[in-house]
Nanobody, 120 residues
Framework: QVQLVESGGGLVQAGGSLRLSCAAS????????MGWYRQAPGEQRELVAR???????NYADSVKGRFTISRDSAKNTAYLQMTSLKPEDTAVYYC??????????????WGRGTQVTVSS
């Protein structure tokens, strides 16, 4: 069983910064890609940023230049550094990972989410 646990959300004023963390634990053999998604009230969940095992990244256009995704493969942890936050960044942020379990099965996992609220 694999768990993804997010941390680092909170309330911040517009223009401020937050750093989210996502730690994966459990029966993990290897992690391919890790990513961050977000879902605002009444909206669909959308990709924010994603990073592969090789370090390739992609971002939603709305966060390019403001958010940076990184990972520490040794710790099975991904980070999302968010700067110049805007009220429209307010959402629940979810961690996602594609991984191979120790039983050699491919799985996709989700964390429970962490709330990010940006006040104007």
């Amino acid at each position: 069983q694999v768990q993804l646990v997010e941390s680092g959300g909170g309330l911040v004023q517009a223009g401020g910064s937050l750093r989210l963390s996502c730690a994966a634990s459990g029966s993990i053999f290897s992690i391919n890609a890790m990513g961050w998604y977000r879902q605002a009230p009444g909206e669909q969940r959308e990709l924010v940023a994603r990073i592969t095992a090789g370090g390739s990244t992609n971002y939603a256009d709305s966060v390019k230049g403001r958010f940076t995704i990184s990972r520490d493969s040794a710790k099975n942890t991904a980070y999302l550094q968010m700067t110049s936050l805007k009220p429209e960044d307010t959402a629940v942020y979810y961690c996602n990972a594609d991984f191979l379990t120790t039983g050699r099965s491919y799985q996709v996992g989700w964390g429970r989410g962490t709330q990010v609220t940006v006040s104007s």
